[in-house]
C-alpha cells in the first residue's frame, strides 16, 4: 500500500513531490506508486460555533452563559470542504500517513484536526523539517519520527484553540449582551484585546503628555582644519532662557582646552534577514503600505510570481542548507541591471554557515527568513518591485561586511562651562552602500542596534588633536522641547507586538518569556483588521488612534477588575503553562480547568454589573444635528439620535442608494453635512459617483459632474 503524505500547504505539497520525485500531479495531489501526497489549505476544520451545540445559542441571552462544550466539535471550513473530503478518500487508499505540516504548534494542530473529523487510525509519522530545499526534504524522509512522540505537541496546540475559544465566545457574548446591544457587537480576544489595550494606553500617554521646554548652547569649534559641535553640558535642564544666552555670549570667540578625548572603534552588522513583521514594519514605515496590503504583497511574490520564500515566517534566520541557494541566488541576481553593480562589488565567502547573524537553525522553526528564490521577476506591479526590491536588498547586504565606525567622545572646557561632543566618524560604509540608492534612504534605518540619546555627529575624515586648543568661532542658544511619545501606525503595533514580552511588568512571569508575541506573523494583520472592522480603531493618516467605543471597552474591561484580558501577562501565562504540556511537563486538564474558571469569573463579573443607558458601551459619532440634545449612536440598520424614546426621530440607515456607507461616512455627514465622493450603482449595474448630504434631517445625492440634488 502507498503512504499519505499530509503537507501544510499546495507549495509545500508540491515541493515535496520534487524532492522525492516520480510522481504525477492530479487535482489537489501527486501521486507515485510509493507515494500520494496532498495537502491542507491552512486550517481545514475549527471549532463550531456555538449554536452548534444547542439551538438556542443561536440568540444571544446573558443568561445563558457560559457556554462550556463537554466535548468540543469540529466543523468544515465552507470554502475548503472539498480538499478535506479528497484527503478522506485519499486516505482510504493508504497504508499509513506522514504529517508534514509546518513543524511547529499549528502545523501539529492542523493535521490532528484532519485526522479526528476523519476518524482517520491508521499510523502516523511525523516529518519534522525547517527547510523546504530538496536536500532538506529528502533528509527528513530518511529520519520520520513517530508520531505519538509529537502528541504532547499536539494536547498543548489543542490547549490554546480550546482556551481561545472559550474566552473570546463567552467574554464576546457576556459584553455585548450586557453593554452592547443590537448591531453593536464587542468583541474580545485573548489577542486583539491586549492590541487594542496597547493602543488606548499609548492615546492616554499623548493626551496627558504636557511638553517641556529648556535651553541649551551649541558652540561651533575650530581646530586648524578641523571643526565640530559641542552641547553645553549641565546637571539639570535650564528652563530660564536668559542663563543660557548668557553662557553663549560668555564662550563666543574664546579660545577653549580639550579636557578629556576618548575613541572607540565600532562595527554595525548588517540587519537581519526579514521575517514577516518586520517586512510589513518597513513596508509601512516607507511606503505607506497596511500589514494586510504587505502580506498581499508577498503571498503574490511568492505563491503567483515564485520569486520569493515562504513570508509568514516568524524567523530572521537560515539553516545550514539554505546556505548554497543563497549563493546560488545571489550570483543570479548578478543578470538584473538593477543590482550588477551591488552584486559585483558583493563576496559571497561573507554568507557561511559560521556567520551567526544568518545561520542560527536553533531559531529556525516552522520556516526560515524571507529571501529570493532562484527565479527571476517577470511582470511586477509598482507595489510588487517596491516589496520585492526591499526583500533583495535585505538579502544582498549579508555579501557586505560590517560598516565600520570610529566613535569620538570630546569634552571642551571654555569658560569654565563644559562642551560634550559625540561624532561618529564612518571608516568604511559596508553593507550600508547598498540602501544608498533607495528612495527615502533617510528613513530607512535598517539596523538592529539602537544609538545612545545623545546627540551624535556623522562625519568622514575626523582629523582631531586633542593637544591643541579648540576657538569657539559661534555659538547660539538652543531650545528644546520634549516630544510626545508616537501614536503607533502599523508598522510600529507590529514590531510592538512582536516584542511585547520585553514589557513584562511580572519579573518571574518575564523570565524566559522575552521572546514572547501577541499574535503570529500570519494573523496580525488580521487582528488589526479586525479592530478596524469592530469600530475599535481608526486611521488618521498612518496614525492609529483608538474610538471611543474601543477606549471604553478597555476602561470596562479594567472597571470590572479584568484588566488581565487587556495586558500580555494572560497570554505569557497561557504560554508559559503551553510550552510545558507540549514538553510533557504540565497537565492539559489542570489548564483546562483553569481556564473554564476564568471564564466562569469573566461572566459572572458581568452579570453582577447594574447597566443603564449611559453605561452601554456605544459608537458616538457626536450631536444629533436636530435635536441638538442626543448623541448619534450606531444601531441595528442605522445610525440615530439617542433621545428616540424623547421623540428625535432622526435616523442615518446604513443602506443608501444601494450602498452600504462606512463609519467615516456617518462621521461626515454629522461633521461637516457631506460626505467624500462615492462610487455607486443605479439598477442597471452602471457605476456612478456621488456624495451623500445631509440636508434638512434628509440623505440626498449631489452627483459629482452634474452636482444636480437627488432626494
Not at 202 to 213: C, G, I, N, V
Not at 352 to 373: G, L, M, W, Y
Not at 642 to 652: A, L, Q
Request: with cysteine.
Amino acid at each position: 500500500m502507498t503512504i499519505l503524505i499530509i503537507a501544510e500547504k499546495p507549495d509545500m505539497g508540491r515541493k515535496i513531490a520534487e524532492a522525492l520525485g516520480g510522481l504525477t500531479k492530479k487535482s489537489g495531489y501527486f501521486e507515485s506508486n510509493q507515494y500520494i501526497v496532498t495537502y491542507a489549505v491552512g486550517h481545514l476544520l475549527g471549532l463550531a460555533e456555538p449554536d452548534h451545540y444547542d439551538d438556542r445559542y443561536k440568540r444571544w441571552n446573558l443568561e445563558d452563559l457560559p457556554i462550556v462544550p463537554d466535548k468540543f466539535q469540529l466543523i468544515p471550513s465552507t470554502k475548503t470542504k472539498d480538499q478535506l473530503k479528497l484527503i478522506h478518500t485519499l486516505s482510504k487508499q493508504c497504508s499509513s500517513i506522514v504529517n508534514a505540516c509546518d513543524a511547529g504548534r499549528e502545523g501539529e494542530l492542523i493535521a490532528g484536526y484532519i485526522l479526528q473529523y476523519l476518524n482517520i487510525k491508521k499510523p502516523v509519522q511525523r516529518l519534522w523539517i525547517s527547510s523546504l530545499t530538496p536536500e532538506a526534504i529528502r533528509e527528513g524522509f530518511k529520519n520520520l519520527k513517530n508520531g505519538e512522540e509529537y502528541y504532547p505537541l499536539l494536547t498543548a496546540a489543542r490547549c490554546r484553540s480550546e482556551a481561545d475559544w472559550l474566552i473570546g465566545m463567552n467574554a464576546t457574548r457576556a459584553f455585548t449582551t450586557k453593554f452592547g446591544g443590537p448591531g453593536n457587537v464587542l468583541s474580545v480576544g485573548r489577542v486583539q484585546t491586549p492590541v487594542l489595550a496597547m493602543i488606548c494606553d499609548r492615546q492616554d500617554e499623548l493626551e496627558r503628555f504636557k511638553p517641556q521646554t529648556s535651553y541649551t548652547v551649541e558652540a561651533n569649534f575650530q581646530q586648524e582644519n578641523t571643526s565640530y559641535t559641542g552641547l553645553w553640558h549641565t546637571e539639570e535642564d535650564v528652563v530660564d532662557r536668559t542663563i543660557a544666552d548668557r553662557v553663549s555670549n560668555k564662550v563666543k570667540g574664546k579660545v577653549g582646552r580639550i579636557e578629556s578625548y576618548e575613541v572607540k572603534d565600532g562595527a554595525e552588522k548588517p540587519p537581519l534577514l526579514y521575517d514577516l513583521g518586520d517586512l510589513q514594519s518597513d513596508a509601512n514605515r516607507m511606503f505607506g503600505f497596511s500589514a494586510k496590503k504587505t502580506l498581499q504583497i508577498a503571498q503574490s511574490l511568492y505563491e503567483d510570481h515564485e520569486i520569493i520564500h515562504y513570508p509568514r515566517t516568524s524567523s530572521n534566520f537560515v539553516a545550514a542548507d539554505n546556505i548554497p541557494v543563497m549563493h546560488k541566488v545571489f550570483n543570479l541576481l548578478r543578470s538584473l541591471d538593477k543590482y550588477q553593480t551591488l552584486i559585483f562589488a558583493g563576496d559571497t565567502n561573507l554568507v557561511s554557515s559560521s556567520n551567526k547573524n544568518i545561520c542560527r537553525p536553533e531559531k529556525v522553526e516552522d520556516h526560515h527568513a524571507i529571501f529570493p528564490t532562484q527565479k527571476l521577476p517577470g511582470n511586477l506591479n509598482i507595489d510588487e518591485e517596491k516589496l520585492y526590491d526591499l526583500i533583495v536588498r535585505r538579502f544582498i547586504v549579508h555579501f557586505y561586511p560590517s560598516a565600520n565606525y570610529r566613535h569620538h567622545r570630546i569634552n571642551t572646557v571654555i569658560e569654565n562651562e563644559q562642551f560634550k561632543t559625540s561624532i561618529r566618524e564612518t571608516m568604511d560604509e559596508g553593507w550600508k552602500v547598498v540602501y544608498k540608492t533607495l528612495k527615502n534612504e533617510n528613513k530607512n534605518k535598517d539596523t538592529e542596534n539602537t544609538e545612545n540619546s545623545e546627540e551624535m555627529n556623522e562625519i568622514s575624515n575626523f582629523n582631531f588633536d586633542p593637544e591643541q586648543m579648540s576657538f569657539c568661532i559661534s555659538s547660539n542658544t538652543k531650545e528644546r522641547v520634549t516630544k510626545a511619545p508616537p501614536a503607533y501606525t502599523e508598522g510600529t503595533l507590529i514590531k510592538a507586538m512582536k516584542h511585547v514580552g520585553r514589557k513584562i511588568s511580572d519579573t518571574q512571569l518575564k523570565e524566559g518569556m522575552t521572546d514572547l508575541q501577541l499574535g503570529t506573523p500570519a494573523t496580525r494583520d488580521s487582528v488589526i483588521e479586525k479592530l478596524k472592522d469592530q469600530s475599535y480603531i481608526e486611521l488618521k493618516g498612518r496614525k492609529i488612534s483608538p474610538t471611543s467605543k474601543g477606549r471604553e471597552l478597555v476602561s470596562k474591561l479594567r472597571e470590572l477588575e479584568l484588566a488581565v484580558l487587556t495586558s500580555a501577562e494572560m497570554t505569557a501565562m497561557w504560554e508559559k503553562r503551553l510550552n510545558e504540556i507540549a514538553k510533557g511537563q504540565a497537565a492539559h486538564d489542570k489548564f483546562m480547568h483553569n481556564v473554564i474558571q476564568f471564564t466562569n469569573k469573566i461572566v459572572q463579573k458581568i452579570k453582577d454589573q447594574q447597566t443603564d443607558v449611559a453605561n452601554r458601551i456605544q459608537n458616538d459619532f457626536g450631536d444629533c444635528p436636530i435635536c441638538k440634545a442626543g448623541k448619534i449612536i450606531e444601531g441595528t440598520r442605522g445610525f440615530g439620535c439617542s433621545r428616540y424614546n424623547e421623540g428625535c426621530k432622526f435616523t442615518i440607515w446604513k443602506v443608501q442608494y444601494g450602498k452600504t456607507i462606512s463609519h467615516k461616512h456617518v462621521n461626515d455627514l454629522i461633521s461637516k453635512g457631506k460626505t467624500e465622493t462615492i462610487k455607486f450603482k443605479n439598477k442597471s449595474k452602471v457605476e456612478y459617483k456621488a456624495k451623500l448630504i445631509l440636508m434638512n434631517a434628509e440623505i440626498k445625492l449631489e452627483f459629482v459632474n452634474s452636482r444636480k440634488l437627488k432626494k
